[in-house]
């Protein structure tokens, strides 16, 4: 199973930039999707993740600002990213909770990262 992601960049304060991730390969069934961040000398965040029925959970940081959403069917997962702060500069990580058989064991899976960094 890979997960690749796209879309992180540049972007201003106030303004807003969009991430992608799909996951391919030998994939069952996808559960949860989402996206963590690190930042500089601080530990990895759960920045917003969202289940395969829908329902979402967001950082506090992040809430009424960034939204995430899916297509199922695609097995991709989006974060839109508005009203940017600098301190949302950070490596940005997608992962996939992954079942590859009918046995249902379900493992996370992460993509490389993508760099976003926010000017003030």
């Known amino acids: 199973v890979q997960l690749q992601a796209s879309g992180g960049g540049l972007g201003q304060a106030g303004g807003s930039l969009r991430l992608s991730c799909a996951a391919s390969?030998?994939?069952?069934?996808?559960?949860?999707m989402g996206w963590y961040r690190q930042a500089p000398g601080k530990q990895r965040e759960l920045v917003a993740r969202?289940?395969?029925?829908?329902?979402?959970n967001y950082a506090d940081s992040v809430k009424g600002r960034f939204t995430i959403s899916r297509h199922n069917a695609k097995n991709s997962v989006f974060l839109e990213m508005n009203s940017l702060k600098p301190e949302d500069t950070a490596v940005y990580y997608c992962?996939?909770?992954?079942?590859?058989?009918?046995?249902?064991?379900?493992?996370?899976?992460w993509g490389p990262g993508t760099q976003v960094t926010v000017s003030s």
């Open positions: 992962y996939a909770d992954v079942s590859t058989s009918w046995h249902n064991t379900y493992n996370d899976y």
């Open positions: 390969g030998n994939i069952f069934r996808v559960n949860d």
């Open positions: 969202v289940t395969a029925g829908g329902s979402t």
